[in-house]
């Protein structure tokens, strides 16, 4: 939804109570009477589809109680999520989940942020990181190549993962629809990575994941 600038005569006492509830709502001037006029019109505004994916989430998460503790800010366009390992100290990682206001190939794109003085758990999530790549391009690499899916951007530098996604193109991607379908993708990845780094000692490990995966895969989660 494209925005244009324009000039508006106020008054003074209503440009200061607006700003006064932009700053509690932790937004600004325009985003807080863009959103009042959308209301007041039945406007849906992009960050009004966002704000509704996100509750839709953090409800998901609150109700089915995986582990996954997530925090949504009203009217920002991330949000993230905090998850705590099973390994020595029970470190944690965060997970943030940016929508773009204006999606083009991409919908959004999921963080995986984590820090530890641990070099044995840095490489182990490290490894985890790759083989996760390599498992969705060996599973989803025909669907990226019909056009089916998007092909992700992936990026892994210290102390961060980050994946592009963006729904399936013959999917419903209502609301609620495209908050089931992250939820279930964030907790497939939270469940994969902690199996995996239980186990990433074993010679198999990779291929106990891969199994995993594939049957995430048949019921249908995962395909961002």
């Avoid at 943030?96 to 083009?104: A, I, N, Q, S």
């Avoid at 985890?128 to 998007?150: D, M, V």
Wanted: hydrophobic residues 40%.
């Amino acid at each position: 939804m494209h925005k244009s600038l324009y000039s508006l005569m106020l008054m003074d006492e209503l440009v200061d109570r607006v700003d006064r509830l932009a700053a509690e709502q932790g937004t600004n001037r325009s985003n807080l009477v863009n959103q009042i006029l959308a209301q007041y019109l039945s406007v849906t505004t992009p960050e009004m589809r966002i704000g509704s994916v996100f509750r839709q989430i953090e409800s998901l998460m609150n109700e089915e109680l995986t582990g996954i503790v997530p925090f949504v800010n009203p009217h920002q366009l991330t949000m993230s999520m905090k998850s705590s390992l099973a390994y020595k100290y029970r470190p944690t990682i965060k997970y943030e989940l940016e929508m773009f206001r204006t999606p083009h190939e991409a919908a959004g794109r999921l963080s995986v942020v984590f820090r530890s003085q641990s070099e044995a758990l840095v490489a182990a999530m490290n490894d985890f990181f790759r083989l996760w790549i390599g498992l969705e391009e060996k599973y989803l690499g025909s669907a990226y190549e019909r056009g089916l899916l998007e092909r992700p951007d992936y990026e892994l530098y210290e102390g961060r993962f980050t994946r592009t996604f963006a729904p399936p193109q013959d999917r419903d991607n209502d609301e609620r629809s495209l908050g089931r379908a992250l939820n279930d993708y964030i907790n497939m990845f939270d469940r994969l990575l902690k199996e995996y780094l239980a186990c990433h000692t074993e010679r198999d490990a990779a291929q106990q994941i891969e199994l995993k995966y594939r049957d995430y895969l048949n019921r249908g989660v995962g395909l961002l």
